[in-house]
């Protein structure tokens, strides 16, 4: 099977979280199932934060999916308060950018395949939901952009 990439949309609070078990662990929310069994070991996930407007992280799926219902991420949504984010992969860091360093999204989203559907001026609804599937060459774009940061802050 190739090699997967996709973005996990998350707030400022549920990346910290993940950073707080040092990118060793991802939970997505239990209607994401059927995507979290599509991924493999070396697969890439790419962290857009929510409010910030802005790409964080790259990490690397390290296991298959797995079922935890240890809270450690939050929805910010009242009415899924009991949501627990129990399909889980183990990951690895790749590139993390500090906060506040954090990559703007919109000039990449301006240029990303995955987002062309949606008009030029609402590509934020691109980035609604937990999970989304991208294909190697936006992984590339958004990669190298990270890249880029994490030396200037190196």
Known sequence: ??????????????????RAHDFTIQGFKSR??????????GDKLVYYITGEKAFAAIATVTSSMFEDHTVI???RDPKKAAEDYPWRVQIKPDIVLPPGQYVP?????????????????HWTLAFQGNLHRIDEGDFQLIHAALREAHALVS
Do not use: C
Not at 2 to 15: D, K, L, M, R, T
Not at 32 to 41: G, L, N
């Open 1 to 18: 099977m190739a090699q997967g990439y996709w973005i996990v949309v998350g707030s400022p609070e549920n990346f910290e979280a993940t």
């Open 32 to 41: 994401h199932r059927k995507k979290v069994e599509q991924m493999q070991p």
């Open 73 to 75: 991420w939050r929805s």
């Open 105 to 121: 999204a919109e000039p990449l989203a301006r240029q990303m395949a995955y987002t062309a559907k949606w008009p030029a001026d």
